[in-house]
């Protein structure tokens, strides 16, 4: 059974920085991609950065391309979203995915597995 477990969000101030980290487990995690995504109030799930866990290639969003990066560290099976620069629109929860395929996709309904989501609030 997959588990993905987020942590790390919280309250911060516009243009600071905040670690997501996700936990994984249930599987080996070699041939999967891991995505981050987010859903801001009233508005729907959206792709913000996504890293093949093997050979570490990565894709972002444009919102948060040069701000963010997503990283990954095998020996504890653990993937991370440092979210630096933030802006009051980043403001969302945030939620880890696992995808059983070593292809990067952007769209939520490619990904098989999801954590619970963490909430990151970006005052201005």
């Known amino acids: 059974q997959v588990q993905l477990v987020e942590s790390g969000g919280g309250l911060v101030q516009a243009g600071g920085s905040l670690r997501l980290s996700c936990a994984a487990s249930?599987?080996?995690?070699?041939?999967?991609?891991m995505g981050w995504f987010r859903r801001a109030p009233g508005k729907e799930r959206e792709f913000v950065a996504a890293?093949?866990?093997?050979?570490?290639?990565?894709n972002y969003a444009d919102s948060v391309k040069g701000r963010f990066t997503v990283s990954r560290d095998d020996a504890k099976n653990t993937v991370y979203l440092q979210m630096d620069s933030l802006k009051s629109e980043d403001t969302a929860v945030y939620y880890c995915?696992?995808?059983?395929?070593?292809?990067?996709?952007?769209?939520?309904?490619?990904?098989?597995?999801w954590g619970q989501g963490t909430l990151v609030t970006v005052s201005s």
């Open positions: 249930g599987r080996t995690f070699s041939r999967y991609a």
């Open positions: 995915a696992a995808r059983a395929a070593v292809v990067i996709t952007t769209h939520p309904r490619t990904y098989d597995y």
């Open positions: 890293i093949n866990w093997s050979t570490g290639e990565t």
